[in-house]
């Protein structure tokens, strides 16, 4: 009877979760004003209402959209004045974008291990990896929770680092009650088809500093000064603008972001109850700063010796139950082929190795149904363990 769904047994589970990105009538409507409005780009009255809500909702004073994450991260390095013979600490695991931002702007990253908990830069590893050629830091908030800013933020400062934070994954994340906005020189965000606001592709860029806002728009827009002409170009800057029509898919989903977050909140919390009874599996602790978590993305490892079965068999055997889920990045960034190539830096990283093999994470749309729905992680996972302690007794 307990006979696990990869071996012929009944799932768990054979209703899927809820799709994921979701829209509504609000959606429709405001996509309609841009589509019978004589402005569908950058210049949208939309997009500048994006900006402003988003960042003010965002503890920032000011924001740029632009046309996706990648070159929100970009665009902040090269209005930063990051560039060659700069080095930028990055965290070993992330998206490539944290890193390849870095190497287009023509700076040499310098890859720092995470910590084993938070799934986030390791503070101390971080300082440890500090040079005379250091200028900047790019903090990403793996998974919606927000990286140990306090310890951040004070080696920064003493080492005058420069702080950008990709928040790609962090819409609405706290950090003792202070979103993204409040800490470092910039935040970059992503509204790609995954992420937790999506308009398919999207990126918003926001700041408390005024003269480097001002620099971010001005080469994010062909190099022009709001007090000049169309034709009237200042520095060597490219096209990066958002469309209305992305605008206007993103102030509503803005208007569903609270409530989505605290629906994955909540049945989060009766998963870390559920599964506190099922040896070997950790989640991603939480410290208390990290006030608001939102969950895009719920990491956690497997400890083999405990569980019964390494991260490959669990992912697999949970697959068949019926709950998707992920292995977790294959390899550190340091190991894709492109750094065969370029220059970088790679410091010691022996969870960030360990998690390729262990780790694995739950996508948001797992903790968007019902408790039920969330419920059947656990009593699938459970399942698993039990069934694998049977066969190996
Ligand atoms: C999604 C993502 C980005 C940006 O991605 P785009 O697809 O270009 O919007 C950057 N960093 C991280 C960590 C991401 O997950």
Redesign the pocket.
């Known amino acids: 009877m307990l006979k696990l769904a990869i071996e012929g047994g009944t799932p768990v589970r054979d209703t899927p979760y809820p799709a994921w990105p979701v829209s509504g009538p609000r959606e429709e409507e405001l996509l309609r004003r841009v589509l019978f409005s004589e402005q569908w780009g950058g210049y949208s009255e939309l997009v500048t209402e994006l900006e402003q809500l988003f960042a003010g909702l965002h503890d920032a004073r000011y924001g740029v959209a632009v046309a ?6 970009e665009l902040s390095l090269l209005a930063a004045g990051i560039g060659p013979g700069d080095e930028v600490l990055v965290p070993a695991h ?5 890193a390849s ?1 870095v190497s287009r702007v023509g700076a040499v990253p310098v890859f720092v291990d995470i910590d084993r908990r938070s799934f986030n830069i390791d503070p101390e590893r971080a300082e440890a990896e500090t040079t005379k050629r250091t200028r900047a830091m790019i903090v ?1 908030h ?1 998974a919606g929770q927000i990286a140990d800013m306090d310890r951040l933020e004070d080696f920064a400062k003493s080492r005058s680092l420069i702080v950008i934070s ?1 928040a ?2 962090a819409h609405g994340a706290e950090w003792r009650g202070l979103r993204a906005g409040g800490y470092g020189l910039a935040s ?8 937790a606001m999506s308009a398919g ?3 918003l860029i926001i700041s408390n500093d005024e003269e480097f806002t001002a620099r971010v728009r001005s080469l994010g827009n062909g190099g022009r000064r709001p007090d000049g002409g169309w034709f009237e170009h200042f520095e060597l800057g490219s096209n990066f603008r958002m469309t209305g029509f992305q605008a206007a898919v993103l102030l509503a989903q803005l208007e569903r972001l609270g409530e989505q977050v605290r629906l994955r909140r909540d049945n989060t919390e009766e998963l870390r109850n559920a599964l506190e009874g099922t040896p070997g599996v950790y989640l991603q602790q939480q410290p208390e700063a990290a006030s608001a978590h939102t969950l ?1 993305l719920l990491p956690g490892w497997i400890d083999e010796d405990e569980f019964g079965a390494d991260r490959d068999d669990f992912v697999a055997a949970l697959e068949a139950e019926g709950i998707p889920v992920r292995a977790f990045y294959p390899h550190p960034l340091y190991k894709n082929p492109m750094y065969e190539k370029l220059p970088h830096r790679v410091g010691e990283c022996p969870v960030a190795e360990e998690a390729s093999e262990d780790s694995f994470w739950l996508p948001q749309r797992t903790l968007m149904g019902s408790v039920e729905d969330t419920l059947d992680i656990a009593r699938a996972t459970l399942k698993i363990h039990e069934a694998l302690k049977l066969t190996s007794s």
């Open positions: 996706n994450g990648t070159l929100a991260l992330s998206f490539i974008a944290t931002a990403v793996f990709d790609a994954h970059t965000f992503s509204f790609q088809n995954s992420k592709e999207g990126g895009y």
